[in-house]
């Protein structure tokens, strides 16, 4: 299998350290029988920095923004709570625009997440970057909790018999060989 590289800068290109973002995520098992992930952002940049507002000036290398939450589901992937914290911050008003994340106690994290968050927290009352995080944070409660459910999740059916993994991502499409390996008589032959 082959791998292409992306392109690096040649010998005589010199870069200029502009912004670092970093974004972390971290899944638990709870001891009473809850899941959550903590996701957490962080953004500096390598010089002085004042936001528009003009009110104050973040030193080079302190955090613009340090923020975070916490995303608390069962074993079914239902969201049960939602906890944010918001320490460091552009403007005045940043730290209330994580009260709306309370909007996804109830919503399931898998298929349609992504849909989901944008409908039900509105870029005018929720915090940016919060939101960001949750895209990516429904990756990391998979991987945390799949392990723990991969035979469930491998012998679900639909009404027809047809497991759902099929067709779920790219190794388990209907004409690779996994699909071939697990389930013969689903595989289908990729058309030339």
Sequence with gaps: MTIEQTAVPADDVTREPL????????????????????GHLTDQKSHDFTPPSGLRTVPANDPIHDIGLRVVFDFDMIVRAVSTYIRAYPYRECPGGGDSLQALVGLR????WSGEVRKRLPTGETCTHLREILIPLATAAIQSVNPLRSQVLLEATDANGK?????SCYAYGVSREVVMQRWPTFHRPEKP
Excluded: Q, T
């Design 19 to 38: 912004h670092v973002r970093r974004i972390e995520f971290n899944g638990f098992r709870r001891s009473d029988g809850l899941f959550e992930v903590e």
């Design 109 to 112: 994290i898998g298929a349609g």
């Design 163 to 167: 497991p759902l993994k099929i067709d």
